[in-house]
């Protein structure tokens, strides 16, 4: 043992107490004392910022050595952030990046060199190289010694603002993001303009809203904005357009992101297989451009929402509005914020007037005494006086009798800056010129009275100049829209391939030996349908055990009410056969369904799965046994309903099924389904928001037109996008003729042409290719009617008739030449009468998903006891069909007492 511990022991025996001598502190001491003054700096001074005036702390030191070093020019960064070291007590790296971005902000701070890019997320140089000063907007907004209320640094050698005396929301205005001790800030910037905008609103007595705006553009959807509190969410998009049928291209970035970070997301989502790319390339300079190469195959529409749905190019951002009120954090919505910063506004607007009324006062009461002064020559009775008591009490007898106009008493102060008085002053003194001086100082002291008087429509008209002054190039950069919700596994690339052993009852992406089914995803569910009658929906895995008997599997859509399932099944081991159509529109995963009428030994004798509500023919034939007499007959699925799938089912018959043969494929029995267009969000649905465009068949179209001078006939998705140039959207009808107007670039002259799609699903251009040509009007009316009005007045307005002046020609024809003049615009007129064609209309089959009955009505009634099932031909069925509508007719005409024949 050493000689310490040996002293330790020895001491011990010595002093037994020692050890209890000790002072303990408990945590929540420590807590208390040393944590909560750790926080409350944090949160005061330097994380949050003030709501008097917008800055944290940093930023009002980096504003104040700004102003201190103000000349005019431009002072190193490097300089600057030395300067504040003054009265920021902290590094300059804060300092300077602090700096940065309040200068990328582009509202306080005029830059010069390299000051990194809020696109790319490219850093600015280092502080010795790049230079700045103040922008004439803080100049005039945020500084005025007279009103700024003062303390001593953090050293006591300086003195620093409180608040700066910013007479603007500029919070709202820059934004501000800040993580302090137990709580954080995240206020989202606004438009220059809209914010003055609601600022004046607000003085007016209107109520008003105000939404974020981001330098880097996008688009954003403000519906769970939740006025920028606790809660809210604003969804943000890239720009992205679709430049050909292999390329994307973004032009505006989301909030948050850069390029950088954008197409790493993009190339791990390709990596993942969730999207498809074939290459990449970053163009951004002073402008976003990032364009996307396409594999052969891979749809552009498709591409954008899977882009949205696994990449940064859609972002959540949670908003926070915690300001400091009072010297406490307070949370606030920005519609609080921006009132309480127009009423800082009013407050300040209302010291600065006092104090120029107080100023223009004493102006013009010292040039009243001046004039009185020399004017009445006082200044000649202190030549007699000895002492200085003698001269201030001459001054101030001679003054008396002169001054009963004045608005205050003369003070020994005043009299004083009267003997400091110039004698050149004194004999160049003009009567006249100093009566007009005091005269302007009265017409601007009534000025500023009447200001005060009318101080509300004072900070409107400041609100209005501050605008006019510095509201251009500040327009909205942000494009406001309402998304809609993307479903991830309809646009997620299908990255893995599925496979099932049937016989084992396996099913799953690993088994490359067994049977394919088709490609899928990770996300994917997947449907199986078993002999057994049972039916599962589980998530797509490498290999899943689902049952032997395995008659059907697919990737499952959910909410799918296309998909009809066809199907005959024997009820128990020998019971009767029935057949049923049903959908399946959602269940609960891995559990399992019984789709035949629960008995044991049920059995699928029949079954197919059709993606648009096909019904095909089969041929039943039955066992040859007792006296059964028809062993064969047909049986068309269109005959029958579709249900739900717990429905029972028509009896087919009760006799033992030998064989069901596929005849002949059948079409959709489903109705045209109507699909509506959403202007708001400039999407294709099915669910009646928008403007409805039609009924819809497998094989019908839409018509697209875009003010480029490009169109094209395509078949309906609900996943397209479409240009913010588009001017036609509407169901096609190819022998509908479409009418324009169009100057032509290379001929500089207008033309009229009418032309039909002559290649549906392609894209074409049917202006000319030259730079300057330009689409002046495009109609599909059948026979359009079109009011030219040229730009020189001594030409009158011509009617067109399109049908008249121009015959139906190929989509590449020039047209015929309208007028070499300058046109000033092109007006529609009524177009002339035209009886379109009816279109075919189809019966409605509906999908009835709630019903759950027993048993379906076929349209013929078939007797169970019956030997012959089904014996009806089609032939007797449509003589049937005649002759109840012939009864049909004949019981209408009655009730109308009238006769009518059928045919």
């Known amino acids: 043992m050493s000689e310490e511990n040996n002293n330790y022991e020895h001491d011990e025996e010595l002093n037994p107490s020692t050890e209890n001598t000790e002072t303990i502190t408990k945590v929540t001491g420590m807590y208390k004392e040393w944590f909560l003054d750790y926080a409350s700096y944090v949160i005061l001074e330097r994380a949050v910022p003030s709501i008097e005036d917008g800055f944290k702390p940093v930023q009002r030191r980096i504003m104040h050595s700004m102003k201190d070093l103000d000349d005019g020019r431009y002072n190193k960064v490097a300089n600057i952030v030395g300067h504040t070291m003054q009265y920021h007590p902290h590094g300059d790296a804060s300092i300077a990046d602090a700096m940065v971005q309040m200068g990328q902000k582009e509202l306080l701070i005029d830059m010069q060199g390299n000051w990194g890019n809020i696109f790319t997320g490219d850093r600015a140089a280092a502080s010795r190289y790049i230079e700045a000063r103040l922008s004439k907007f803080a100049l005039d907004v945020v500084f005025n010694p007279k009103t700024t209320e003062w303390q001593l640094s953090y050293d006591g050698r300086k003195k620093e603002p409180i608040n700066l005396p910013v007479k603007f929301p500029l919070l709202l205005a820059q934004g501000a993001e800040g993580i302090a001790v137990g709580l954080s800030t995240k206020i989202l910037p606004h438009n220059f303009n809209e914010l003055i905008d609601a600022s004046i609103k607000y003085l007016r007595g209107k109520s008003f809203t105000i939404l974020p705006d981001f330098l880097t553009g996008g688009i954003a959807d403000f519906t769970g904005y939740n006025d920028g509190k606790r809660g809210g969410r604003v969804r943000v998009r890239a720009k992205i357009s679709q430049f050909d049928k292999k390329t994307l291209v973004i032009t505006e970035i989301p909030f948050g992101t850069t390029t950088t970070t954008l197409i790493e997301s993009i190339l791990k989502a390709n990596e993942k297989g969730t999207i498809k790319i074939k290459r990449i390339e970053d163009n951004t300079a002073a402008e ?17 929402d899977a882009l949205y749905a696994f990449t940064s190019c859609e972002n959540s951002i949670s908003p926070l509005g915690c300001i400091i009120e009072n010297n406490k954090p307070v949370f606030l919505g920005v519609t609080e914020v921006l009132k309480k910063s127009t009423e800082f506004t009013v407050d300040l607007l209302k010291k600065e007037l006092e104090i120029q009324l107080h100023e223009l006062e004493e102006q013009w009461h010292f040039a009243s005494l001046e004039r009185i002064f020399i004017e ?22 001679g003054l008396k009798p002169h001054t009963e106009h004045l608005r205050r008493e003369v003070t020994e102060e005043d009299i004083v800056r009267l003997t400091e008085i110039r004698i050149k002053r004194i004999s160049k ?4 010129k100093a009566k007009l001086f005091i005269e302007s100082l009265e017409e601007k002291i009534t000025e500023v009275k009447h200001h005060l008087d009318h101080l509300i429509d004072f900070a409107i008209d400041y609100f209005k100049e501050l605008k006019e002054k510095y509201g251009k190039g500040k327009e909205r950069k942000t494009e406001i829209r309402i998304f809609d919700d993307i479903v ?11 496979y099932v052993n049937r016989e084992e009852g396996f099913i799953g992406t690993s088994l490359k030996k067994d049977e394919y089914i088709s490609d899928c995803a990770d996300i994917d569910d997947v449907i199986v349908f078993k002999e057994d009658g049972s039916m599962l929906v589980t998530k797509v895995a490498a290999k899943t055990f689902v049952g032997k008997g395995v008659i059907h599997v697919a990737v499952f859509k959910k909410k799918d009410k296309r998909t009809v ?3 005959i099944y024997r009820d128990g081991a020998k019971g009767a056969s029935y057949m049923k159509r049903f959908t399946v529109t959602g269940t609960t995963r891995d559990k399992e369904y019984d789709l035949t009428n629960g008995s044991k030994g049920s059995k699928i004798l029949y079954f197919s799965a059709n993606p648009n509500g096909e019904a095909e023919v089969v041929t039943i034939l039955l066992r040859a046994v007792g006296s059964i007499k028809k062993l064969k007959w047909d049986i068309d699925f269109a005959d029958l309903a579709i249900k739900s799938r717990t429905a029972r089912g028509n009896q087919v018959t009760k006799y033992a099924i030998k064989k069901i043969e596929f005849k002949s494929a059948g079409v959709s029995t489903l109705k045209p389904r109507k699909i509506w267009f959403d202007d708001t969000v400039q999407r294709l649905n099915v669910d009646e928001r928008g403007e409805l465009l039609g009924e819809f068949k497998a094989e019908d179209k839409i018509l697209i037109a875009t003010q480029n001078g490009k169109i094209k006939a395509v078949t309906p998705d609900l996943a397209m996008h479409f240009d913010d140039d588009m001017i036609v959207l509407e169901k096609w009808k190819p ?25 549906p699903d392609k894209e074409e251009l049917f202006i000319s290719e030259h730079e300057k040509s330009k689409l002046e009007i495009i109609t599909t009316d059948y026979r359009p009617m079109a009011e030219v009005v040229f730009s020189k007045r001594s030409l009158e307005s011509i009617e067109v008739n399109f049908e008249e002046f121009i015959a139906v020609k190929g989509i590449k024809a020039l047209g015929n030449q309208l007028t070499t003049e300058k046109i000033r615009t092109v007006n529609l007129l009524d177009s002339l009468p035209y009886e379109e064609p009816e279109e075919e209309k189809v019966e409605d089959i509906e999908v009835n998903e709630e019903e759950e009955i027993a048993e379906d009505i076929l349209p013929l009634e078939v007797e169970e006891s019956s030997t012959k099932e089904f014996e ?3 032939e007797d069925k449509a003589k049937k069909a005649l002759e109840r509508a012939l009864q049909k007719k004949k019981k209408s005409a009655e009730d109308d007492d009238t006769q009518t024949s059928l045919f």
């Open 288 to 304: 976003v451009e990032i364009v996307i190469h396409l594999p052969p195959n891979v749809s552009p529409d498709k591409t954008i």
């Open 376 to 397: 009445n020559r006082i200044y000649r009775d202190i030549e007699e006086q000895e002492t200085w008591e003698g001269v201030i009490e001459a001054i101030d007898k």
């Open 429 to 432: 003194f003009d009567i006249d």
């Open 488 to 498: 991830a596994t309809k646009v997620v690339m299908r990255n893995a391939k599925l």
């Open 565 to 567: 399932y066809n199907m």
């Open 735 to 759: 022998k509908k003729p479409i009418s324009a107007i169009y100057f032509d670039g290379n001929k500089e002259r207008y033309f009229v042409k009418r032309f039909l799609i002559e290649s």
């Open 872 to 874: 009806e031909t089609k």
